[in-house]
């Protein structure tokens, strides 16, 4: 049984830091892609940052570039989310993913495993 527990989110005001990790089991997560993906309320969920199965790929939506960092560990079966310089508009439930395929997909159908959130509040 595949299983993805997320840790680490909270309150923080703008401008702070946070990391969240992704401890999953139950398949070989080094053969596939894993992501972080988040929903805001009354708003559709969203990829935020995914990475292939070896961590030579990573992709990021615009509006978290160059302040969040993904990461992950294969022999601690491990996803992590750095979080720097967060913003108000940061606040939402973080889901971590696992896809069906070992490249970097942007896109949720590709992923069918999830996590059940963490919420993340950014104070302003």
């Known amino acids: 049984q595949v299983q993805l527990v997320e840790s680490g989110g909270g309150l923080v005001q703008a401008g702070g830091s946070l990391r969240l990790s992704c401890a999953a089991s139950?398949?070989?997560?080094?053969?596939?892609?894993m992501g972080w993906f988040r929903q805001a309320p009354g708003k559709e969920r969203e990829f935020v940052a995914v990475?292939?199965?070896?961590?030579?790929?990573?992709y990021y939506s615009s509006s978290v570039k160059g302040r969040f960092t993904i990461s992950r560990d294969n022999a601690k079966n491990t996803l992590y989310l750095q979080m720097n310089s967060l913003k108000f508009e940061d606040t939402a439930v973080y889901y971590c993913?696992?896809?069906?395929?070992?490249?970097?997909?942007?896109?949720?159908?590709?992923?069918?495993?999830w996590g059940q959130g963490t919420q993340v509040t950014v104070s302003s």
């Open positions: 139950g398949r070989t997560f080094s053969s596939y892609a």
């Open positions: 990475m292939s199965w070896s961590g030579g790929s990573t």
């Open positions: 993913a696992t896809a069906e395929v070992g490249y970097a997909s942007i896109w949720l159908r590709d992923y069918k495993y």
